[in-house]
């Protein structure tokens, strides 16, 4: 990957999350840093990835992701690690059943039968201080304890604890419920 960049503003004295196109809100960090933050983390080297549920660029970039909803991945590896990151978009931020995705990770060395997984996520539980905002009732005055709360909300998280994940003839089969609007990127290193 050559680099990801974003064109992202700071604005003093504004009401919190209101709307900027900022990353972070009032110093309490919004889920599209932790985006980059998931960005940063993918290893240098891109390889081949595709979704069967994924929309083809053009559709998006016309049409918007009305629909049905955008599931799509990328992937890439190092010497010792592989990392997969996948996405469930919808233009229209409503619920929605979580997605199935069955992953499959192919091309591991042949002595490896376990590697280590860690699975962050951005959603609506995890890894968003806008949600947690709206859940304590959107305050424009938060208390410390709401404001610790919040920043602790924007931080990128893991989904679950890391984890062993077995590898069968050099692959590894993933089951990820993934949330609508929800990112995913499971770092697999052995």
């Known amino acids: 990957m050559a680099g990801i960049v974003t064109w992202a503003f700071e604005f003093e004295d504004q009401p919190y999350f209101a709307g900027f196109r900022e990353l972070a809100s009032n110093g ?18 891109r390889i081949e990835a595709t979704s069967s549920a994924a929309l083809d660029t053009d559709q998006v970039l016309h049409e918007g992701v ?11 590896r190092s010497e010792n690690s592989v990392e997969v990151m996948l996405w469930n978009y919808h233009d229209d931020d409503l619920p929605a059943a979580a997605t199935s995705v069955n992953v499959t990770i192919s091309g ?9 997984l860690q699975h962050f996520r951005i959603d609506s ?3 968003n201080a806008f949600a947690a905002w709206k859940d304590l009732g959107s305050p424009q005055s938060p208390t410390p ?10 931080q990128l998280q893991l989904l ?22 929800g990112v ?5 290193e052995w």
């Not at 591991?108 to 280590?116: D, G, L, Q």
């Not at 304890?145 to 924007?154: P, T, V, W």
């Not at 679950?160 to 990820?176: D, R």
């Not at 995913?184 to 697999?188: H, P, R």
Request: no cysteine; hydrophobic share 40%; glycine share 4%.
């Open 145 to 154: 304890d709401q404001y610790q709360k919040l920043e602790s909300a924007g």
């Open 108 to 116: 591991f060395p042949e002595k490896v039968t376990h590697a280590m």
């Open 184 to 188: 995913s990127l499971m770092k697999v």
């Open 28 to 45: 309490l960090d919004k889920p599209v840093l932790n985006a980059f933050r998931m960005f940063g983390l993918l290893s240098n080297n």
């Open 66 to 76: 009305r629909q049905k909803p955008d599931v799509n991945v990328i992937a890439t």
């Open 160 to 181: 679950t604890s890391p984890a062993w994940v077995h590898i069968q003839h050099g692959t590894a089969q993933l089951q990820v419920e993934l949330p609508r609007q």
């Open 125 to 127: 539980a995890h890894s």
